[in-house]
């Protein structure tokens, strides 16, 4: 009987030290875990669901690290990103826009050079000069632009064709178009300006065909005076007959960009100067009467410029997890991610070894 009862103690002390060693093992393995803190502006429903997929491949493909995801309205993520980046413990890895308006915070300090995964992943060779360029200060990369998209007039192609229109290459012909659609109860344009990144659109789309994409570039950078008599000219004989004349929806302020949707689709106006991603919040069942012509062109001998917005990645500068920061950039940059991402979301890819076979043909007319 005193043997039992021995084994019997010896059978739950030794429990007892497997049961003390399991569980010290899945505390090391819990304090090895890396966490990454990722904070993105795709609050659409069509971003944020890719968004979120992309993490969770991720997070697959790399058990060792957890991505702590957070999805911020978009207007609201760019109110919050300063207070963000001036943070004492920053998200670390945060979605924004390449070129200048990287380049506003990578000159205060705020993003990190991460020319060491540039150089990893061998992006160097993989992303064409241009995506480089505006990723890079100084000969050093601190950005990882991910898609980018084209802008240009999106029509409802059954207004159209009830009323034969032909989609026009000048300006003459978009006018001539803009007055017959107003004539026949139909407004031409619809905008919100709520928020006045749209409104900005017309002006850089306008600027540049009345006095050319050097200029305009130049303006943007500070090397030309926006009270400059070609600045005031534009406004004046291009811009301001089209709000005069009507051609614009009533109280346009008071809509964001998606509110203003309603009045094309609903037929009450024809058009919108909009990014591609207009598809993602344009009513699905109505989505094939949507196409789209590049801006018309104002003045022949003026040389062409067109707006291609490009979406991306950085680390802050005071990112307290760098290196699952760096993973999960790469990531982002990969021809494998950017792939899935152009098939879901139909946009651009900046990666060149994504095959471009795989865009359909919407994609296909937004490249030319």
Avoid at 143 to 158: D, E, M, Q
Avoid at 169 to 181: A, D, P, Q, V
Avoid at 259 to 273: C, H, N, R, V
Avoid at 332 to 357: C, H, I, M, P, W
Wanted: net charge neutral; charged share 25%; with cysteine.
């Amino acid at each position: 009987m005193g043997k039992k009862i021995i084994l019997v103690v010896g059978v739950v002390m030794l429990l007892a030290a497997l049961t003390a060693s399991a569980g010290g093992k899945q505390e090391a393995a819990a304090a090895e875990k890396q966490i990454v803190i990722y904070n993105s502006y795709n609050g659409d429903p069509e971003p944020r669901r890719v968004d979120k997929e992309l993490v969770q491949m991720f997070e697959e493909a790399n058990p060792q690290i957890d991505v702590v995801h957070s999805i911020v309205a978009h207007e609201d993520f760019k109110q919050a990103i300063r207070a963000y980046l001036t943070a004492s413990t920053p998200p670390d890895v945060m979605t924004w826009f390449a070129g200048n308006r990287a380049r506003f915070f990578i000159d205060k300090g705020l993003i990190m050079d991460i020319s060491d995964v540039w150089q990893k992943e061998g992006w160097n060779q993989s992303y064409p000069k241009g995506f480089r360029a505006m990723s890079s200060v100084n000969g050093k990369q601190y950005f990882v632009p991910n898609s980018y998209y084209w802008w240009a007039i999106y029509y409802r192609k059954s207004t159209y064709n009830k009323m034969g229109f032909k989609t026009p290459e000048t300006g003459e012909e978009f006018w001539s178009i803009c007055e017959k659609l107003k004539a026949g109860g139909i407004t031409p344009i619809t905008i919100g300006t709520k928020y006045r990144w749209t409104a900005a659109a017309w002006f850089d789309y306008l600027n540049m065909r009345v006095n050319g994409p050097e200029f305009h570039i130049d303006l943007m950078l500070g090397k030309e005076r926006y009270d400059d008599p070609r600045v005031k000219k534009m406004f004046s004989t291009t811009w301001a007959p089209l709000v005069q004349r009507g051609y614009f929806i009533d109280n346009a302020a008071s809509y964001t960009w998606q509110e203003a949707i309603p009045f094309m689709s609903d037929g009450k106006a024809a058009m919108y100067l909009m990014g591609g991603f207009i598809r993602d919040s344009y009513p699905s069942e109505q989505v094939d009467d949507l196409d789209f012509f590049r801006f018309p062109v104002l003045d022949s001998s003026v040389p062409v410029g067109e707006d291609a917005p490009t979406d991306g990645y950085f680390i802050a500068a005071n990112s307290q997890h760098p290196e699952a920061a760096k993973k999960l950039l790469a990531y982002f940059g990969s021809a494998e991610a950017q792939t899935y991402n152009a098939k879901e979301l139909k946009r651009l890819a900046t990666n060149s070894d994504v095959d471009l076979s795989i865009y359909n043909a919407v994609q296909q007319k937004g490249i030319r």
